[in-house]
Each structure stands twice: as C-alpha cells, then as structure tokens.
C-alpha cells in the first residue's frame, strides 16, 4: 500500500513488457495480468464446481442411492455453493474489473497493484483449503452454503474450522480486491473523465465494492462467532447458554441479501455494455439505470428476512418484510424494460456475446419472476426450501450471473487478445448451454411446486420424471462448458486479427486502445470529450 | 453543467434521491447532481430516506393490521 | 504522484475503517437483535423480568397458560410441567411447577430455556421467578420441583387465549475427568 | 427467429400448466382453507408474471424479429423518457400492491389464535418427529418405514417411497388442531404442503401453526430444512380420521402403551429379545451403525466387535439410554420403551459376530433407568 504509481507505472517501466516465466505471474502487479488470474481461476472453480453439480445431478437421476451417501451428498451441495458463489461468480467478476475498469476510465493500472496481487493469490490459498476439507476425518463441510447453526456449529464435522478460515480468507481477498475498484475509480479516472461519464459496467462495479465493503465484514463476523462457539465456549447461537440459532439466521441473511446484488449488480453493467453495442444505439435511461443501482445497494439491507419467512417471524415481521420485498422489487424489475427499450427500433445483429446478453434479459426476468412470488409470503410457506427456491435462484446466476460473465469473455476477448473469436463455435456453445440451462432448471420449478424439498439425496417416486429430464439437461450444459473452454484457448492462440474498435457499434475508451490492449493501457491519459 | 454547481438545496436533494429509490431519473437532472461535488448530501440523503422507507412500512403494517382486526 | 499516493493511502484508510465498522457491526447486531426481539417480541424470547408491581387482576377474561418441558439432545433427565395447563386472569400472579430427576448415575447440571408461542405473546409474560433464572444441578438418582412464578400483562392483546410457555432442558455439564460438576461451561466437542 | 423457436415449448408448458396430470407441474390445490388461499394466491401472481412476461418479450422479440440490422433497420437515437419509464415503474407498483392486499388477507388468517380443540407437540430429531398429544398421555416417534433395501435398489420401490412411516399423526376430521413445534437438536421443518403448514422446528424455542383438516385421508409431506445426513428420510405422514374413528384411535393407542407397560414385566427369551431387537435396530440404529452393524468410518462407530458392544453391559446400556454428550448419538432412554431397549442391546450383543450369548431384560433396563 506503501507504493505510489510512480514507483510501479510511470516512466521507469513504460517499455516494459511482461517478465518471462512463472515469475510473470507470481509477483505480476499488472491489472492485465492480475484479471486473467482471476478469469482463469474463475473458470476453474466454475468447472470443479460444475463437476460438483454434475455429481449431483447424476445421484437424482433416479430415485434411490446409486452413487453417493447421503453425507457425501451433503458436502457436494455445500461445496457446490460455496465454491460457484464465492470462487466462480465473484472471481470472475473481480478479473472482469481488473481487466477493464482501467481501460475504460483511461488509467494505466489499478491504483493499488501490490495489494492488487496480494487479493489474488489469497485465493488460490483459500479454495485450497477449502477443497482439501473433502479429504479430512469427518469429511467437507455438510450444512449448505448457508451453514445454519447449530448444525454448522454443535454439530458440525471438525473440518469446519478449516471452512471458517476459508471464509475469512476469501472475504479479506474480496474486501481489498473491492477497496481497489474504489480507489481506481475515485482517484485514476483520466482528466475529463467526470462521474457522470463512467460506462454502466464501471458504475455497477463502484456500487458492488462499497456492497463488498459493507457486507464482507458482516460475513467475517459471522463465521467468526461459529469459531468462537465451537472452540472457545461462547453461545452466540447456542440455545443452551442463551443464545440464538435463529440469530444466526439474520445476521447471516443481512449479509446473504446484498450479497445477491453483488452477484448480479456487476452482470446489469456488463449486459448494459453488451446491447446498445449490438443494437448500435445508446442506453436508454442511462441515468435511471446509474440511481437505480445506486439505491438498490442501500434497499437491499432492509428485506433480509424474507429469506426466514418460516422461522416463525411474528405477523407484524412477516408483513413488514412482505411489503418491503415487493416494493424494492419493482425499480429492480423494471431495469429489464431499459435493455428492451435499447433494442427497440435499434438496428440489432446477433454475435455470441448478443446471444448470451439476450438470453440473460429473457431468462434473468423468469428468475425475477419466480423471486416476486418467493415474495409473497403465505405463498412463500408453499414454496420455500423446496425445488422452487432452486429453481429461481439457478436461473437468477446461472443465465444470470455465469451468462453475464460469458457474454463478457466474448465480447472482451477480441480486445484482450487481439484475435476475433471463432462465431460459429461461440453459437454453438452459446445454444447448447441456453438449451441446456432450461432443461435442468426448468423442471425444477415443477418438482418445486409438486413437494420436493431441497438438498435432498434421495426422492420419491412422483418427482423422478423431472428429475431425470434436470438432470439430462445438466450434462448438456456441463459438457457444452468445454467448448467455451476450447473457444477461450484458440482465441487466445490464434484467430482472426481484430481491429481496435472491434465491433460495429462498439463505444468506449477500451476500443480506442490497439488490439491486444497493451501491457500498461493508457501510460498518458487520454483525452475525453 | 452550465447550472451554477452549490445550487438546488434540501429539496433537490431530496428529489434526486427519491427519483433514485424509485428507480427514474432524467439525463437533465442527472447532470444537474453531478455537476455537484458534494457526494455526502446525497449519501446522507440516501440513509435518511431508507429509514423513513422503513417507518412508512412499519406504518403500512400497523394499519394493515389494523384493518385486519388483529 | 506523490499527490495521488496521499490521495489512495487516505482512500484506503477510509475504507479498512468502514470494514472494521462493519465487522463491529455484526457484533453488535446480537445485543441490538435482543433489544429488537423484547420490543418486538420476535422469536418469542421471553426476558427475565423479576418483581412486578402487583396489580388488580383483570378477572373479566382468562387466559390459558400451557406447559411443555423438552428435553434437548444427550439429556436424559426425566423433565415435565406438573400442571399441564392452568387458566389465568391476567394480572394474576400464579405459580406452577415443573418436575425434574436425574435418572443417571452421575450429579448433572441442566439449563432450562424458555420460549413461548406465539411469539407475539412474549413480551406480556412476566416470570417473576423461574428456575431458568439460574442453572440447576441434580446429583445422581436426585428429584426436585422447581417453581415459576408469572404473571400475564394485562396488555395482552384480546385475540390471544391459549399461551404456550416451553421449557428447553439443556445439559451443560462441564466434560470434567471425574464427572463433577466445575463451571457453567457449555463446550461440546463436535462430532 | 431461432430465439422464438426456442421460447415455444416452454409457452407449451405453461399454458398447460394446470392441464398435466401424470407430470404434476403445479402447486397442488391442498385440503385446508388456507391451502386453497393460498394456492389462488399462487395463480394469481403467476398469471400476473405471464401477462407481463408476454409484454416484455412481446416487445423484445419483436424487435429481434424487426430491428435487425440484415432487414436494414436503422437505428433510432431516442435513449431517454421519463414520462414512459415512470409510466412503466408505476404500473408494476399498482399490480403488486393489489396482489399485497390478498396476500396481507390470507397471511392475517394464517395468524389466527382462536382456541384449539386439540395440541399436538410436534418435536423434530435426526431424523424423526416425535407427535405428543398434550393432555392425552399419547407420545411416539414417527420414522420412515421404508425398507433399506427399497433405498438401495435391491427391491422394487414402493408406492410411497420416502413418504411412509411406521406411525402416522392421527388427527380428527374438521376440528382445529394446533402444533408446538421444537426440536431435541438442530434446526427441522415440518412440512405438509396440503395443509399448508410449514414451520421450523428450533431447538430451544416453541413456534405454532395449526390446521382444521376437512376431509379424511393421508397426506404427506417431508422435513424442509436441511438437518444433517438423513435430511431426506424423514417424511411426515398424517393421517385424518373421522372423529368417532379418531376416538377409537385415541383409546386404543392409550390401551396399547399400557398394555407395553405390562409387557416389560414378563419374562422374554433370547430369541424373543433377538428378533424384536432386529426390527428396533433396523428402524432405529440402522441409519447410523448402519445394518451391517460396521458404521461409517470417520462419522458413526462400528458395533461390530466394539468394546461397548463386546464389554460391560452397564456401559452398554448407559450410552443406549442416555446417548453420548457432543456426538449424534442420543438418548433412546426417552425414545424407546423398556422391551424395545433390552431387544435392541441384546441384538447388538449377539448380532455380526459379537456373540456374547448375553441377554438384557426390560427389568433390567428399567433399572439402570431408575
């Protein structure tokens, strides 16, 4: 933290290209180089979670127990969560602003490149403590990556300390990786660039590291409770000293609820980049877009419960949160109408990262629909905990999230590498998984609805139709995820040269940049109009 | 930006944030709050707005209640 | 630069304040969730009140008061209520009493934990006394009564008529060598 | 035009949504007031998602089809309205509060506190409910009957596999009853999605929901809340009797636990004790020690050739009766009854080898549990 930019950036290294050997990656304080860390561990997690998911889904295809135990099913749910929230979606979302916050606000670097290195290879460290639980006495952590107590306490497998200081670790990467996201945007912003000229993508990300800011640490407390009420004889959440499991229900949710945001805010910015491109016209209501984050990140503190519909609230806290959900559900909801406004009467052409953006509009509003009846709470009795939470929150990140992620790498990659991707394997990907997504998720609101109750091994006989058609689907989705692995591999080996600008419509300081954007971006601020 | 940047008060402020909890706001006025410097107004703002939200709810509720003679 | 190191460094700071903020914050969210649970009477947590000021009981309604004693995990007492139910008047202050034993062969120490249903009733009952005040210990084979003295607020509201208080019997015998009872420490080895 | 190819079937399965039978799709009506409240309530907002859900991809896919750049659309530079963005922010806020006022309606009636004809305490464990009627000195445990070998496909799945259990909640036809719910050790749900009841069972706290069941028959439903390893092995089953076979139930099961009371003073042989202590084993113990009596390395002990299986039996019945502190193993001295105890010690004693030819008597037990 010590380091100023002049030390790292400024004229003593201008013609400096990257070191040579592993040495490059290690002690890389280059936001280029630091983002493709993160977008490759991202995608290992995503796959060695996915594989996770696939273990499941192959246990479901049938009723019975074919493959794995019930305990053993326990920690692949657990380990899916954990591992897809905190090690695919988030990373990636942190390479992503790596990559492009400076490039699109015309700075050189992040403004804290050694703390920039120090937040990613924490990670590797944390998920690999994490995984190694799988292999301990007891086994991988088993009560669900919402860990209630006291089944994640009192009750817990002695791995659990190790979760806990994977957690920590994980948190104290997100906080400084989103501490240098502010300080970029609030300090490196080329001279001309004002607030109100951020790119959405920049915007949503501003808003997701004061989120991070806010929430990790509340995160942090948390499993730090645990710690302490299962080796040093608290009772936070223990009923027998006095204290409460439900407690652990609130303050996890009141940093589980933003922590939803923080998954999504980020993708609202990419898909915002991604359609006017393509439809070769402005965003509409720019402005709206900018407050409505804005104010989504201070409403999202104040629904937490509706997560907890059933605990047994008091009717005045069931209503209460009922009528908050729903009120901050409609300026959330109607940010669809924006992108679809954009589109209207643009002039549209459809290359892969359109076709996952477009996917996401459709899709994510199916996910905001199902969250709109979660939300009404005597329905939500019927619904919670059951194949129809599942069902909502898969299709809110995964053709939320993961899609937004995807669309990104193809939509960047071009610029990254300075090769065009090969279209005809990004549709093919990009229909496979679409196809695939719907067939696993689909179903599971109909099983959801039908009585299955989640995190489950093993099932009765009327919910097994739709489980096998979910988990057909899986594999479809799963296996089409290697072509997206092969895409990124020859995009970056070869391929057809891109030109600066890239796409028709595209706008922004990032394309002024040559392909592939240079090692230190923009060692002289560009001028912005 | 060619508006004078400390004008617009209490109530401007108030207006933008309260266009931002509902989710619309005009390119105009956009550039009317960001030609000012001064973040924490609306910040505070913001806080200030959400519990009022928060009271204005509890209020719902008792009423709802109240209707529903529980 | 050196204007802009100042600037980051200043940032940075201000920031790793708001998180050593926010941690605190969860904190203090579990004081701040009691005071929230007995103004609200969320989760039906009943507070220890002691003495109230004894009024005129409001003999036009009664109420009926249920008892439930559960035993918690690994706690073999033998737990009940004597009185299964009792109707009251509110404002009438009335005692009851539970029955405990401790079948094993070694002295125990159990904490009780009350809860009542539905929760939006808790805050209008007052334990005067209770034996969840304080922990209790039975030695081996050793039987007991153990009173609560309650009154029910005359504020309660008029569409409640069945009130449920519960007793949660928790074993917090310390794992000492020889078994004897030391402090009122809960720790549990996990599995 | 490939997108709205897609978008087809999917349209298929919701128009037909209330239309499939074998594939059930949809939330079913239930039995109860409320659960058809409660089911309206769910259509309601579901065809409010599809209406609006026709307009936005309406629009949407309408300029997909239209606004394309290979039919030569040009684009038009309008990217702001106020007047049309609050239009539509305003439209959704009055859809959502007319459905907040049923909602507020049915979720006031589900609050309702009038006086119970019957208490039932509803008390979760791994991976069990116990039913208690209060004031009726009825108290059982209710476990999944389904065989082992079912689970493990080395027989033919039963009709209700899962959502079977040796002892059902019997409750009366169209009178109100109401729960207590608790839980001996982490957080349960209980769930039977016809009555629309499902609350969490919390260790140390009581919560309450109640029903008036309106016609007889089975209902079935499952734990919600992930509570451990055989999270999904613990159905609920109620059963709603008439109220004369109800009455008939309830004497009969008071005639029946005190006919096991005097059952645990006869004298029984070891074969007897064996056989009953097989059944108790398989129902009780089987989950955990697992039915080869070998346990599952790392998580449950092996009873086969154990020290408390092979060595003193007063060890062996203090850890049956009152369980071991900070382990999942619990205290059956409150579970089981006397007959059920000394059956299943005996069988630990003498089943996978450990052959110590000893055999425990319910006196015995009755003893250690004095």
Not at chain 1, 297 to 305: E, M, Y
Not at chain 1, 394 to 401: E, M, S, T
Request: hydrophobic share 50%; charged share 15%; glycine share 8%.
């Amino acid at each position: 933290m010590e380091t100023t930019l002049g030390q790292n950036l400024g004229d003593t290294h201008h013609d400096h290209g990257p070191a040579s050997g592993i040495g490059r990656w290690l002690f890389t304080t280059n936001h280029k180089d630091i983002g493709t860390l993160y977008l490759w561990f991202s995608l290992l997690m995503f796959l060695t979670g996915g594989t996770m998911a696939l273990l499941i889904r192959a246990e479901l295809f049938q009723p019975g127990l074919q493959l794995v135990q019930p305990e053993f099913f326990n920690q692949m749910t657990t380990m899916h969560g954990l591992i897809m929230v905190f090690g695919a979606v988030m990373p990636a979302f942190v390479g992503l602003a790596n990559w492009l916050v400076p490039m699109m606000i015309g700075a050189p670097d992040m403004a804290l490149p050694r703390m920039n290195n120090w937040s990613f290879w924490i990670l590797p460290f944390a998920f690999a403590m994490m995984i190694s639980t799988l292999f301990m006495e007891g086994g991988a952590p088993n009560f669900g990556w919402t860990f209630y107590a006291p089944l994640s306490t009192t009750y817990a497998p002695p791995s659990v300390t190790f979760f806990i200081f994977a957690v920590h670790m994980m948190g104290i990467s997100s906080i400084m990786g989103a501490i240098n996201v502010i300080a970029t945007i609030l300090n490196l912003r080329a001279p001309g660039m004002t607030m109100m000229k951020l790119p959405l993508f920049v915007w949503s990300w501003l808003i997701t590291a004061f989120l991070l800011i806010a929430v990790m640490p509340v995160l942090a407390g948390v499993v730090t409770m645990m710690l302490m009420d299962i080796h040093f004889g608290t009772s936070f959440f223990n009923a027998a000293g006095g204290g409460d499991p439900v407690l652990f229900q609130h303050v996890f949710w009141f940093f589980g609820h933003p922590e939803v945001y923080i998954m999504i805010l980020p993708a609202f910015g990419i898909i915002s980049e991604i359609i006017p491109t393509f439809a070769r016209k402005r965003l509409f209501g720019y402005a709206s877009m900018v407050y409505a984050i804005a104010s989504i990140a201070i409403l999202s503190f104040l629904v937490w419960a509706h997560h907890m519909f059933t605990v047994g609230l008091p009717l005045a806290g069931e209503l209460f949160f009922m009528f908050a959900t729903m009120l901050i559900a409609v300026p959330t909801g109607v940010k669809v109408f924006n992108w679809v406004a954009t589109m209207f009467r643009g002039s549209l052409t459809f290359e892969t990262p359109m076709l996952f953006a477009l996917a996401f509009v459709v899709l994510f509003t199916i996910g905001g629909f199902s969250g709109l009846m979660l939300a009404i709470a005597p329905a939500d009795f019927q619904y919670h905990d059951t194949y129809f939470v599942v069902a909502h929150f898969h299709y809110v990140l995964v053709p939320g999230a993961i899609f937004s992620i995807m669309a990104a790498t193809y939509f960047w990659l071009p610029k990254w590498t300075g090769h065009m991707i090969n279209e005809r394997m990004g549709k093919i990907h990009f229909w496979l998984s679409f196809v695939g997504v719907n067939i696993t998720f689909f179903p599971m609101h109909f099983v959801g609805l039908a009585g299955m109750p989640r995190r489950i091994p093993d099932y009765a006989l009327q919910f097994a139709d739709f489980n096998s058609v979910a988990s057909v689907g899986a594999f479809i989705f799963g296996f089409s995820q290697l072509l997206f692995l092969y895409n990124v591999i020859a995009c970056i080996r070869g391929g057809a040269r891109a030109t600066d600008r890239v796409w028709e419509g595209a706008h922004g300081l990032e394309w002024t940049l040559p392909s592939p954007a240079p090692y230190h971006s923009f060692s002289q601020p560009p001028v912005v109009k | 930006m060619a508006e004078d940047p400390q004008k617009g008060g209490f109530l401007k402020t108030l207006q933008s944030v309260l266009a931002a909890m509902f989710g619309v706001q005009s390119e105009h006025r956009r550039l009317e709050d960001f030609s000012s410097h001064k973040p924490w107004r609306f910040i505070l703002m913001g806080l200030a707005v959400a519990v009022v939200f928060v009271v204005l709810v509890m209020l719902l509720v008792r009423w709802a209640l109240s209707l529903g003679a529980v | 630069m050196d204007e802009l190191g100042r600037k980051n460094r200043r940032l940075v700071i201000r920031l790793l304040a708001g998180c050593v903020l926010m941690f605190g914050f969860g904190f203090a969210l579990v004081p701040l969730y009691d005071v929230f649970c007995r103004v609200t009477g969320l989760n039906g947590k009943v507070t220890n009140t002691g003495p109230v000021a004894i009024e005129d009981a409001d003999i036009s309604r009664s109420v009926r008061v249920q008892f439930l004693g559960v035993n918690n995990e690994g706690m073999p007492w033998e737990f009940r209520p004597l009185d299964e139910s009792v109707r009251v008047h509110p404002g009438e202050m009335r005692q009851i009493a539970f029955f405990a034993r401790n079948p094993t062969s070694r002295r125990m120490i159990a904490q009780a934990i009350p809860s009542v249903a539905p929760a939006e009733a808790a805050q209008y009952l007052h334990k005067v006394n209770c034996f969840c005040f304080d922990s209790q210990s039975l030695a081996s084979q050793e039987q007991v009564e153990m009173p609560v003295l309650f009154v029910i607020d005359k504020k309660l509201p008029e569409h409640i008529h069945t009130l449920t208080l519960s007793y949660t019997l928790f074993d917090i015998t310390p794992e000492a060598p020889d078994g004897q009872a030391l402090a009122s420490e809960t720790r549990r080895s996990p599995l | 035009m490939t997108k709205r190819i897609w978008l087809l079937p999917w349209i298929g399965f919701l128009v037909s949504l209330p239309a499939a039978a074998a594939w059930q799709v949809n939330l079913s009506p239930g039995h109860t007031a409320i659960a058809r409240d409660i089911h309206d309530l769910h259509m309601i907002i579901f065809w409010v998602c599809v209406a609006i859900g026709v307009v936005v991809f309406g629009v949407m896919f309408w300029s997909i089809l239209h606004h394309r750049k290979s039919k030569g659309a040009e684009a038009h530079h309008f990217h702001e309205n106020t007047v049309v963005e609050i239009l539509w922010t305003l439209i959704p806020f009055g859809i959502l509060i007319a459905m907040a006022v049923p909602a507020t309606a049915t979720l006031i009636r589900m609050y309702d506190s009038t006086e119970a004809d019957l208490d039932v305490q509803i008390t979760g464990y791994q991976w069990k409910w116990r039913y208690q009627y209060l004031g009726q000195d009825i108290d059982y445990f209710s476990v999944l009957s389904t065989p082992r070998e079912q689970i493990n496909n080395e027989e033919e799945k039963g009709e209700h596999y899962l959502l079977e259990v040796d002892n059902p909640l019997v409750l009366p036809a169209g009178k109100k009853v109401r729960f207590l719910l608790t839980s001996n050790d982490v957080i349960h749900s209980w769930w039977v999605p016809s009555f629309a009841v499902k609350k969490d069972a919390i260790p140390g706290f009581v919560n309450e929901a109640w029903v008036i069941p309106e016609e007889p028959g089975i209902y079935r439903g499952q734990c919600t809340e992930l509570c451990g390893k055989d999270h999904g092995f613990m159905p609920v089953v109620v059963e709603v009797k008439p109220q004369e076979e109800f009455d008939q139930w309830l004497a009969d099961a008071k005639a029946a636990a005190a006919e096991q009371a005097a059952s645990a003073e006869q004298e029984w042989t070891l074969e007897q004790l064996m056989q009953r202590g097989e059944q108790v084993y398989n129902t009780s113990c089987a989950a955990c020690h697992q039915a080869s009596g070998q346990g599952v390395p790392g998580a449950f002990p092996a009873l086969a050739g154990s020290p408390i299986t092979t060595g003193d039996i007063d060890a062996h019945i203090d850890i049956v009766l009152h369980g071991k502190a900070g382990t999942a193993m619990q205290a059956f001295g409150s579970q089981l009854n006397a007959v059920d105890l000394a059956a299943v010690i005996t069988f630990e004693r003498n089943a996978w080898g450990n052959d110590t030819g000893d055999s425990v008597s319910p006196q015995q037990i009755a003893e250690r549990n004095q």
